[in-house]
């Protein structure tokens, strides 16, 4: 029987995805914090179906993202967003990852506190900017100094994001090693009692 075996144990997870429910899992937090690519891992391991919102706002505006910003203005993107994300929300158990302004929006979490159970993927701002960056698709970041405007959108989005059911940590690491994280974390919160669950809307 050889030496000391470093690979992460991977959890049973049918008995969570019963336990969930008919609940959505939501994915919120930064630009970049890997929600999409984390997401999609997440949801293969409960199959469950995973959806990003960003494409479904795209698909249902016809033009992307950046195109939405351009031609309409935040405003009416964040108005999509919220039509979008109530619809995905009324479509029962799946893994949804929000663009990172939507859990901004009151509203949008008194729907998710209503109807899933919200995650924070937090990430520090090294990493973040680390991989926004090498995209140039991200609308809130043309600006003169895209690190400055990083480092104030943290600042004003971070408090709200604490709000979420869950927190875990997005690092530099293998994604598997995050998906574990997470749904040791989903396991924990869903054998609470109800009386110890935080719902802040």
Avoid: C
Wanted: aromatic share 4%; charged share 25%; hydrophobic share 45%.
């Amino acid at each position: 029987m050889g030496g000391t075996s470093t690979t992460t144990i991977a959890l049973p997870t049918a008995s969570l995805r019963e336990r969930l429910g008919e609940r959505p899992v939501v994915l919120v937090g930064m630009m970049g914090s890997g929600k999409s690519t984390i997401g999609t891992r997440l949801a293969a391991r409960l199959g469950l179906r995973f959806v990003d919102a960003d494409t479904e706002i795209e698909t249902a505006a016809g033009m992307s993202i950046p195109d939405i910003f351009a031609s309409h203005g935040e405003a009416e993107f964040r108005a999509g967003e919220r039509r979008v994300i109530a619809r995905l929300l009324g479509q029962g158990p799946q893994v949804i990852a929000t663009g990172g302004g939507a859990f901004m929006s009151a509203e949008t979490r008194a729907r998710i506190t209503q109807t899933g159970i919200s995650i924070w993927l937090q990430a520090d701002f090294d990493t973040l900017y680390r991989r926004v960056r090498k995209r140039s698709n991200r609308p809130l970041l043309r600006t003169a100094d895209p690190e400055a405007t990083l480092r104030a959108l943290m600042a004003e989005r971070e408090p709200v994001y604490a709000l979420a059911d869950i927190a875990v940590m997005s690092r530099e690491e293998p994604h598997e090693v995050v998906v574990e994280a997470l749904l040791a974390a989903l396991d924990e919160f869903v054998d609470r009692p109800a009386s110890d669950v935080r719902r802040d809307a």
